[in-house]
């Protein structure tokens, strides 16, 4: 056997439930004994009491033995048997003792010391068995699990594929109770501060007893006197809270304390809380559709996906302050909410979101085979499991029964169908029925939340509190054109987004996921969506309908990097702040919004009038009844020299939630080619900036109309050298962009104008964009497509670095590179690249991408590098009017960009006077 050598301390050590919390408990996690059974040997060969049997590896639990954290790292599925003996006793003698287990995948039996325990079926619901008889007092005890998980069909899996759950993959601890204690207590509440209780309490005896509450340090206090029968009794009772703190994402107040039963066999004492208030959707004004509310006002829910998936613990997070950091990170983004998706999330981190203040969807796990008895009954029961046990966060405020059918289509189905017809007809009318009769189940057990039936991406919904839908679209025109005309098809009646025959109530419009990561052909790969993201923002942010959004995703994961942050939760860089300063992707999740309405870029002539429509959008009463101003500035970047062209304010009375116009702005562009930013700040009454916002003009002009000085600029394509040394080579953004990887030069034949353009040439200067080259598997290999079957949503291989529009987003690892700048092969400079980056940034290499779902390095984009020639050289130059241009790359490449590509709109230049 294992010597089992890790303290339990150094594991998880907190008490897994901290809104249901006991003071005399044994952590369980840690080392244990392990065994994989492929031939399901040990239960015939009584392995559970023999202490000879061979335990011949150690696990770490509470993590999956699929997982690194868990000392095994093996994804096998089938049986593995945990053992480990203990030391320890209740401080009462007479108390009642539990083995409690977080979640177990997929089947979970449990002895202690040979005797029969109990078993579990489901991968993601808490149990417990009572195993008091069964301890022994004054010595070594001994627990063995075995865990069963095969992936049957009928199995409420979930998304596992980027790792699997297999076996004990949440905490284990032992509890002590007394002879009648508290099973469990929900709380509702009501604004006017009136808390109505149902508990339930488990006496070995009839008799009485006081049920009391302790809140807030004594604030709030409650008694109730009750009479039991022996086994469990349903106690009703209600109490009030005077000046009621309501909870809120910006202010989340929890009623924290305890409740305590005292009965003549001791008293039950649990540490526990709650959060007063209340969720629903209403009209507003004359609208005919709802909004979604929070404590009886609008809300607006800027949300992400959460696969809650960690690199080395899988779905376990190896500590208590990495699922605390996770709503940290999201709150520091404006975000307000998250989706935890197909899975119910672990209950500490549930906590975090109630302390700290995040609304959270909250999915059902699913099943990948058929909705037949065997499924139907196995996730209707983990469904009850999951909405019992986390009924009293305050930060849940939605339950989501499906996902995209999954688990909810039956093979052969078709009955001669073929295509789109063939595929809807395999969600079944029975299956249809079923899934209402879990919506109308889980509001009759929870009338306090918002149901979803299925979270669509067929517009298969049936029945739901929630008009929601999937897309994932990239481009601005074709994501402007969908989202039009998802808005103008929620009206009560419409067949729009439902399937068997039912039509749209006047339920709130919401997306409850979107994002480019499968909007482009192949998939996007690992790519810039700093851009995609800010015109999504603004198209949503126009329609007064639509109340939130859920954006995919919050981190990467294993097949998708579609995330705000990296896996390791490293940053990416938006790149928002050079276009307005101070300006973050959490401006854009503002309650009171400024909406540019017009895309991210525009073509247009120098000097030429441009108008853009303003509008507000309001899901905030903070301001209401204010003279807010907008202030507004035009400007443009030449050549290192920050220029305003124009800049003004706007009163905008800010009246009321929804959206409005607000005006128009007429802004005339620079005389020269220059990539313009019309810059937007929403101010209040202090001069406190309440949200940012941008758009960008690719003005067109010509080189005589340049506004920085006298002399002559001659302009060169990168693309148009006369030579490379580069090993890989390669042109991109439509031949805008010529990069080489690895160490080489490119050489071009600049020719100079004649004496009767310039008599002299006084001083000669070279600028160019240019960027370090971080070269992928698809450039120096060639690129492949990933098969997007069902298999990519189980967490399959992106295959990224070949993926042909992966090109990486800027982020915190730095690709650096340095250029050296040759005339005539003297060098007259050289320049560090820090790095190869792609983000909002790069507006020409966005604004010319020839396919809206096909990426060619899309955002990419450089430094501005420019190099004066010596007065020596410029002399010899004089007369012969020519020279050789090299631009030499050390180990770390060189992006070259062009007039159509990166940040600033120039080819090579040289300026003469």
């Known amino acids: 056997m294992t010597t089992q050598t890790t303290s339990a301390a150094t594991v998880r050590p907190e008490f897994p439930r901290p809104d249901w919390q006991r003071a005399d408990w044994h952590n369980l996690n840690g080392a244990w004994a392990f065994r994989f059974d492929p031939q399901d040997e040990g239960s015939g060969a009584s392995w559970q009491v023999s202490p000879t049997a061979a335990f011949d590896r150690e696990i770490m639990v509470p993590f999956s033995w699929a997982s690194p954290l868990s000392g095994i790292g093996e994804n096998t599925a089938g049986i593995g048997w945990y053992r480990r003996t203990v030391d320890w006793q209740p401080k009462q003698r007479d108390s009642r003792l539990f083995l409690r287990f977080g979640a177990v995948d997929y089947t979970a039996e449990a002895w202690v010391n040979g005797v029969f325990a109990g078993v579990h079926h489901g991968g993601y619901g808490t149990f417990e068995f009572e195993v008091t008889d069964a301890w022994q007092s004054g010595g070594v005890n001994t627990i063995v ?51 109505h209780v149902k508990a339930r309490i488990e006496a070995l005896e009839a008799g009485a007893g006081t049920l009391s509450f302790d809140f807030a340090q004594g604030d ?30 910006e202010n ?191 509001k009759r057990l929870d009338p306090t939340r918002l149901v979803e039936d299925n979270s669509p991406c067929n517009w ?39 399937i068997g025959g039912n039509v749209q109530t006047d339920a709130p419009l919401m997306n409850s996921e979107c994002g480019n990561v499968w909007g482009i052909e192949g998939g996007a790969g690992d790519s810039d969506l700093a851009w995609h993201y800010r015109y999504m923002m603004n198209e949503f942010r126009r329609h007064d309908k639509l109340c939130g959004f859920v954006f995919t995703e919050f981190r990467d994961v294993t097949n998708e990097f579609n995330g705000y942050y990296r896996l390791d939760g490293t940053e990416k860089e938006f790149g928002y702040e050079a276009f307005v300063p101070g300006m973050t992707v959490a401006d854009l999740h503002a309650p009171d919004f400024v909406v540019i309405d017009a895309p991210p870029c525009q073509t247009i002539a120098a000097g030429e009038r441009a108008t853009v429509t303003l509008l507000r959008s309001s899901f905030s009463d903070r301001y209401h009844g204010q003279t807010l101003t907008v202030a507004w500035e035009l400007a443009y970047d030449s050549l290192g020299t920050r220029t305003t062209v124009a800049s003004g304010t706007l009163s905008a009375a800010w009246e009321g939630y929804g959206v409005e116009l607000l005006g128009e702005l007429a802004v005339i562009m620079p005389a020269e080619d220059a990539v313009a930013v019309l810059a937007i700040k929403l101010v209040d009454g202090d001069g406190q900036i309440v949200t940012r916002n941008f758009t960008t003009f690719d003005v067109r002009g010509d080189l005589a109309s340049r506004a920085d000085g006298d002399g002559l600029f001659l302009q060169l394509p990168v693309g148009g050298f006369g030579g490379q040394t580069f090993a890989h080579q390669w042109q991109a953004v439509g031949g805008a962009k010529t990069t080489g990887a690895g160490a080489g030069r490119f050489a071009y034949d600049i020719t100079l104008p004649g004496q009767d353009e310039l008599e002299l040439i006084g001083e000669l200067a070279i600028a160019f964009e240019a960027a370090a080259c971080r070269p992928l598997a698809r450039h120096i290999e060639g690129a492949k497509f990933a098969d997007h079957g069902i298999s990519m949503m189980h967490g399959a291989s992106a295959q990224v670095e070949y993926n042909p529009n992966t090109y990486y987003m800027t982020d915190e690892t730095r690709h650096e590179s340095r250029v050296h700048v040759l005339v005539d092969g003297e060098r007259i400079g050289s320049f560090v690249l820090p790095d190869d980056p792609a983000d909002s940034r790069g507006v020409l290499s966005w604004h010319y991408q020839a396919k809206p779902n096909r990426l060619d390095e899309a955002g990419s984009y450089g430094y501005l590098i420019q190099a004066k020639v010596p007065g020596r050289l410029a002399a010899k130059l004089d007369a012969r009017r020519s020279f050789k241009l090299e631009l030499e790359a050390e180990d770390g490449g060189l992006s070259l960009y062009g007039r159509n590509a990166g940040r600033y709109p120039i080819d090579l230049l040289i300026r003469c006077r």
């Open 460 to 498: 298969d919904h049936v029945e739901t509190d929630l008009n929601t839908w999937h897309f994932y679209i990239n481009g601005y025109e074709q994501l402007r054109g969908h989202v039009e005309e998802v808005v103008a098809k929620a009206v009560p009646g419409s067949a729009h987004n439902f």
């Open 220 to 249: 709030v206090m409650h008694e109730a006197q009750v009479t039991l029968e022996a086994g469990l009794n349903e106690i009703d009772t209600t109490f009030q809270v005077s000046s009621p703190k309501l909870w809120s994402p």
């Open 252 to 442: 989340p107040h929890l009623y924290e304390g305890e409740l305590r039963f005292d009965a003549a066999g001791g008293a039950d004492v649990v540490q526990t809380y709650f959060g007063i208030r209340e969720i629903g959707s209403a009209h507003f004004g004359e609208r005919g559709y709802r909004w979604i509310t929070l404590n009886g006002k609008p809300v607006y829910l800027n949300g992400t996906l959460d696969q809650s998936y960690h690199a080395t613990g899988y779905f376990t997070y190896p500590s208590d302050e990495e699922m605390r950091d996770e709503i940290y990170l999201m709150k520091r983004l404006g975000l307000n909410f998250v989706r935890i998706h197909i899975k119910p999330e672990e209950p500490r981190k549930l906590y975090w979101a109630d302390k700290l203040g995040i609304l959270v969807m909250e999915d059902m796990p699913c099943f990948w085979g058929a909705p037949d008895e065997e499924a139907r009954g196995g996730y209707e029961r983990e469904a009850l499991e999951v909405i019992e046990r986390d009924w009293n966060h305050p930060s849940i405020f939605s339950w989501v029964m499906f996902n995209e059918t999954w688990g909810l289509k039956t093979e052969g189905a078709s009955g001669g169908l073929t295509g789109d017809a063939a595929q809807a007809s395999s969600y079944r009318p029975e299956a249809q029925e079923w899934v209402r009769s879990m919506y109308h189940w889980a």
């Open 145 to 195: 699990v075995k865990a069963e998980d095969r992936d049957r069909d009928f199995q409420t899996r979930g998304k596992q594929g980027y790792g699997e759950i297999r076996g004990i993959w949440q905490p284990v601890w032992l509890e002590a109770r007394p002879r009648t204690f508290v099973r469990d207590a929900k709380f509702t509440t009501s604004l006017d501060g009136t808390i």
